[in-house]
C-alpha cells in the first residue's frame, strides 16, 4: 500500500506553493526548513517581483493558508538526516535542532532585553546584529523567538528564560529526531548567495563599503538594520555615488559557470530602492549584457529612463578602496576603450545564486550536476523545484512548486 | 548608424590564429575583465579586450599592425581572470609569434620555425655542415677524435696529448667564418624585420600626454627603453604579482645577464684572437706587452683562473639557474588558464641544448675524453647555431623588436594605465 503523504524539503517560496497545492487536495504534506521561519529568501527581500511588493505581502497569504489547513505540517530548524525505501514508501528521518522557545511565545521581546550577547545576523547578511534571543524579523512565521545557546555567556540562558513571562523558554531543550513514512519528496531546498569572499579581486567580504545584493536588499527593507535607510556600512552615511558590478561571480568559469537569471533585474529594482530615497544619487550599473528576460525588458526602459542612472557595458575587475574607505573600481567602458578608475561611495556586487545543497551531499536518492541543481527524478517520486532546480524570479519558482505537488501527487497517486 | 563599420572577416586568418595558438578566442565574450587585470595595459583603448573581438572578426590588418602585442610580458592574469577561459593571453603570443614568422625575409625560414614538423630541417642544416667539416678533418689529422699538442701557432696530433676543440675545428677557418656569416645574416635579416615592424606601426593612434612637451625622438625613447625595460625589466617586474611571476621575472634577468657575460666572453675571444694575436702580433708584428695581454686573454682554451673563463663560468650557472626557474614555471602553468606553444619551448630546448652542451665540452674537455667531448661540442656547435642562426624568426626576436616596439610606445605616449600617475 502506497503512502499517500508528501515530504517537502525546504519552507521558501517552491516548497510553501508544492506544499499548499497537494494540501489542498487532499494529501498530507510535510514541511522541513532548516531555518527557524518559512518564507526563505523571499522573506528577506524589501520588495520582489513581478509588482514590487514586500514580502509580508505574498508570504502572508501562504502563511495564512498553512494555519488553515490542518493537512501542512511544517518543521522548522529541522534538517532530513536520512531518507530510505523508495517511490511510494519513503522513510525518513528527519533531525530538529532546538528552539529553546515553546508555543507559549508572545513574541512581546522580553528575552532580548535580557539577552546582552550579540553575534552577526544570519538574516541581514551579516550587516546587522542580533542578540542571542532574536526574531529574524517582524512577520516570521510562525510568530516565536530563538534562543541561540550556544551563543550564549555563561548564566545567560538561565536570565533569559527567567525573563520571559509566559514561561515560554524552555532551557532544556535538546536535539529532536522524527521519523516520517511518505510516498514522494519535493525537493525545494533552494539558494544561497554565492559566497562574495571568494571575489578577492573585488574585495568581496574585506572591503567594508562593498555589499552584495542580497546584503543591499537587507540595508533597504524597513525591518533591516539600518530601519530601511540605506547607508554606508563604514561610517553610516547616506551614499551620493553608487555602483553595481553585474556578473559578480557569475557566468564565471572560475565561480558561478552560469547566469543566476534575475541580477540584472534585481540591480534595476535597486535603482528603484535608491531614486526612493535619495533623489541626487548618481547610479551606475556596470554589466556584460543586461539580461531582462521577456516583460522586465519594459521595467529596464522605465528605470533607464533616469538620467542620474548610467549603463556601462564592462565588468568591474578590480576594486580597492581610499583611504576614507570608498571603493574605487577599474573598469574599461567596452563600447568608448577607455579604461578608468572611478571613486563611488558605495559599490554592490551583483552575486548570483548557488544551490544551496553545492558541495554538500543531499541525503535525498537525487543526483546533482556539477554546480548542484538538482533536475530530480520522477521515477524516483523525488521531484525538484524553485531554485534548487536552476535560477529563477519567484514568480516561476511558484510554478515549478506547483508543477512539482502534481508530479509528487501522481507518483503516490499513481500505484 | 552613423559609424557603421562593414566587417570582412578574413576566415583564413582566423584558422591560422587558431592554429599558433589562439584555440580559445572564440569563447570570449568582451566582458572587459582582461582589460583591467592587465597590470600594462594604457587607459586608452587598452588591450587585450579589442584584440580578442579583432580576432574574432578575422580583422587581420589591425591585429598585425597593433604595437600592444608587444606591451604584453605574458604574465596571464587575463587568461587567470577570464570568466570564459578564452585565454587572451594565448592570443597575444600567438600574434606575436605570427609576428616572429612573418616579418624578416626569407619567409621560408618563418614557415620552418612555425612547427615541429620542420625541426628536421632545422637541426640538419648546421648539422651536415658541421659533420661535413668533422669528416673532413678527421679524413685528414687521420682521427675522428684527435689529441694535440701546442706547437708555436698551431696544434699538432699527439697521441699524449689533449682534447683541443680548435684542434679538429679550427676557428680561423671554420668556427669564425661561418658564425661571422650567420651573425651578419641574421642582422640583416634583422634589419627588413625592424623596418616592417616600424612601417606597421605608422597607423597607431598618438595619446597626448598633459605635460610632456613635445613627442620625444625615437632616439631617445630607445635609449629610455633599454635603460629601464630591458636593463633593469622595468615592466617585467610590473608584470603580474603572484609567486610564478616573481619567479619569472628572475630566470629571465639571470638568463637575460648570462647571455651578455657570453656574449662579453665571446667578444673578448674574438678581439684578443683577431686583434691581439692576428692584428697586433702577426700583422703588425708587435711582441709582448699590451699586444700580448689582449692576444693572451683571447686565447682558447684558457685556464680555470682567467678571468675570462671564470666569467663564461658564472655565465654557464646563471644560464643554467634561469632556465631552472623558467622551465619550472612552465610546467606548471594551469592548462585550463595559459598553454605553452611550439615558440616557447623551441627556444627554451634550444637554450637547454646550449648550456648543457657548452658546459658538458669543458667538463668533459678537462676529463680529456675525446670520444665524448667532440660529439658533445658537435652538438654544440649544432645548437648555437639553431640560436643565432634562425634568431629573427624565433621567440628570442623579442629582444629585438619588442625592444623597438617598446621604444615607439613610449614615443606616441602608449603607457601603462598605472606609469601615467
Redesign the interface.
Known sequence: MSNNSILVVGGGFAGITAALEAAEVGHEVYIVETNPYLGGRVAQLNKYFPKLCPPSCGLEIQFQRIRNNPKVKFFTMAEVVSVSGGPGAYDVKIKIRPRFVNANCTMCGECEKAATTSVPSEFDFGVGNRKVAYRTHLFAFPQRYVVDAKACAPGELDKIAAACPYGAVNTADAEKTVDLQVGSIVVATGWKPYDMAKLT?LGGGKLKNVVSNMQFERLAAPNGPTGGKILRPSDGKEPKRIAFVQ?AGS?????LNYCSYICCMASLKHVTYIREQCPDAHVTIYY??LRTPGRYDNFMQKVAADDKLSLV??????IVECECQSPIV?????VT????EEKFDLVVLATGMQPSCAGSKLPVPVSMDDDGFIAGDAAKGVIAAGCAKMPLDVMKTAQTGTGAALKAIQTVVGR | MSNTVRVQPDLKFVQELQQVGGESLKKCYQCATCSVACPLSPADAPYPRKEMVWAQWGLKDRLLNDVDIWLCHNCGACSDLCPRGAKPGDLLAALRNMAYRNLAKPSCIGTWMSSAKYLPILVLIPAILYAFIWSAQAAKLGSAFPLFVANGHEWAVDPQGSVVFGGLFPGDLFIDPIFGAVFLFMLFCFAGGISRLLKSFEGMPRTFIVGRGPEPSFGSCLIDTLKNEVAQHSRFRNCGEEEKDVQRVTGHLFLFYAFIALMVVTGVVAFGHWFGAWFLERVMGIEGGFAGLIAWAGHTPMPLWSPVKLLANAGAVALVYGLTKLTSRRTSLDAAKSTSNWYDWYLLTVIWGIALTGLGSEVFRLMNQPVIAYPVYYLHLICVFMLLAYLPWSKLGHLVYRTVALAYARKIGRLPMGELK
Do not use: L, Q, Y
Open positions: 579581486n556578473c557566468r564565471d568559469e572560475n565561480h556584460i549584457d557595458k564592462g565588468k568591474v575587475a578590480k577599474t573598469v574599461e567602458n567596452a576603450g577607455i579604461k578608468s
